[in-house]
């Protein structure tokens, strides 16, 4: 208890050191201790100015997220920073790192406040579906204006301590010794007589008008489609114009009912979901807390777009990187890709042209597979052929020493074929990423029965070294994603169009329920031939009954594949993303339904949803149920990293849990009866629902009831 906060004294100055491992959360401990040092510090005359730091890597990452569903208990952040801003004598903060919500509001409730050059200092609980509740939203207008405010609270994201002093969150930012400067402030402070400076007895300087809320709701429109808790926060921005008493009164009043909003709930989930999978289950392995794989040169197989998206992600870890293709040319094409990608992210401002460079640099070709001998990590991405990819890998096998992994970017093949065609199949799995390589978060780490703990404890590295976020699937048909997107969704968003259903109606039901892009338009973004490639694989070892995409697989045959020959599901005109609608396609469907005898009728957004969403969620249910996933929130996780499933709403398993499991089966049961075998309710539903019980619970409890 006594270590998460220490108090020593260096002259006039009182030093309280927060110090609660691993990211100084302002902890209901923390706050108590707080007050403990600070009441102390009061009785002590010889102190003359306090100065609140850390010797850890970071100021705070905020209040404690995992006493949210708990009362806040006393002391309350409002009573510590009552007790810091009424001091009689001045107190400084010094941030080093990052200063996040809490820990940022905490600082605010500071007389003065520095920065060390490299800190970062935000408000992101937006990303968690809350307002700040600590002062947040009344201080800091009051420190840097309201628009500038709501712009920062809007975004999230964090500000570097240059930006904080040009807009006056901090008074001054030090270059390398942050306790020296501080110090030196702090007696600067008591030579000069200088007394607290109590920021809520400040105006705020600036108005939020209809305009200005507009055009600031209108630059973060994309993160906020289908959110709410924007609208409290300008809410409790607008009241920081009233008396500080009035205003901070509304924010407590605003920040509880985000707290208790499903918003907040599902973001919440996502928060520990995505720390959870870096756990494999079952086991003590934490991809968080592993050493950094030794991994210096890495080797990617295959000069396509998915090659070329993973060299760029290895080569953004700041790893050297061979690129390989037996097709010259394609080695020749991928370079100019690669060289396009990194122009574009230095025209958006992501990285400078010298680190582009010296990025694009660092990834050679290697025309021959021989020249991969001293990799550390070997990843193909050649095509999706079984015998070609194990041709590939078992040549791997002969040139690489044992210990080095060979992993598959593979999405719909075995993984355990793939192992089995090398002499050591325990260096051998999946590593399925998602277009596109570099930008998208999500990496399914695919393990067969072979896997070594140490191949699998690798890859967890890397998955922190490319900063992705990691899930661990068991090896069959279409992992966790996939599995759920073809037998679930997508083909249930096929079988609405053969009902009557437009591409159109199907893709703009599902992006009002919060997708970025509705699953026609995605067919036609990723091309409408991968898809019925993957079922040609999926084909050669199991049935599905038909239809099962007829409409997909008759526009690949048709070279209907999407954006890349300007028609697929919808036309693109000349090159453009637009979709705009094909008449001719809807008499293609027509066609494929009468052949079928399916009769069509109109048909409801909200039956769109239901039937699209519960198959989602019934499909996953199987995946978990056969333990592909280890973990309902596993599949949240998928789902919302990579698949684009409204983070809002919390991934499709909590979003089951949301509408209760009893009203969840009751439907697929209804559409059982109405459309057929493929509609069968998963046991795990059946079994949760009959036991009133919810995927949360099964996580929590781990043991199937
Ligand atoms: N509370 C509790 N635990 C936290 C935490 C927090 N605020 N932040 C991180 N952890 C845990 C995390 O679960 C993990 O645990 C470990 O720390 C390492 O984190 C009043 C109400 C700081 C950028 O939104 O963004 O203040 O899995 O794996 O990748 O208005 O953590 O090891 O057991 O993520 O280096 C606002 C949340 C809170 C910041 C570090 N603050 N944290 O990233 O490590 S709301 C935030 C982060 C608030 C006030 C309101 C990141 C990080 P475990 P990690 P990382």
Known sequence: MAKIVTFDQEGAVGLICIDNPPVNAISHSVRGRLVDVITRAGKNFGIKVLLITTDAELFSAGADIAEFDHPQGEPSFAQVQTMIESSP???????????????????????YRLAHKNAKLGMPEITLGIIPGAGGTQRLPRLIGARAALNMILSGTPISGFDAKANGLVDEVAEDDLRGAALDFCERLVREGRGPRRTSNGTVVDGLDEANITSTLRSHARALQGRTTQHLIIEAIQASKLPWSQGIAIEAGLAQKSLASRESMA????????????????????????????????AVIGAGTMGCGIAIALADAGLEVLLNDNDPAALIRSHKSINLTYASSVRRGRVTQTVADERIRRIRNAPTLEELADADLVIEAVFEDLELKKNVVSKLDSILPPQRLIATNTSTLSVTELALATAHPERVLGLHFFVPANTSRLLEIVRT????????????????????????????????????????????AEQLLLEGATPTQVDTALENFGFAMGPQRVSDLGGNDVGTKARIQLFKRDTRPDPYFVIADRLTEMGRLGQKTGRGFYRYANDSREATQDPEVNSIIEKLASERGISRREIDEQEIVERCILSLINVGAMVLEEGIAARAADI???????????????????????????????????????????????????RLASASSSFEHRDRTSASP
């Open 89 to 111: 004598i001045p107190v400084v903060a010094a941030i080093r790192g990052l200063a996040l919500g809490g820990g940022l509001e905490l600082a605010m409730a500071c007389h």
């Open 267 to 298: 973001l919440r989930h996502l928060f520990f979901a995505e720390r959870e999978s870096a756990r494999l289950s079952g086991t003590s392995l934490n991809a968080k807390q592993m050493q950094a794989p030794r991994i210096r040169l890495a």
């Open 449 to 492: 029965v072979h896997t070594s703990p140490e191949s699998l404890s690798t890859t967890f590295g890397i998955a922190k070294l490319l900063r992705k976020v990691a899930v661990v699937s068991g090896d069959a048909f279409g992992f966790i994603g996939n599995r759920m997107m073809l037998d679930g969704y997508f083909r249930e």
């Open 636 to 686: 949240d996780v998928v789902w919302t990293s990579g698949y684009g499933f409204p983070r809002h709403l919390g991934g499709p398993m909590f979003y089951a849990d949301t509408l209760g499991l009893s009203h969840v089966l009751q439907r697929i049961r209804h559409y059982h009866e109405k459309l057929g075998h493929h509609w069968r309710p998963a046991m795990l539903i059946e």
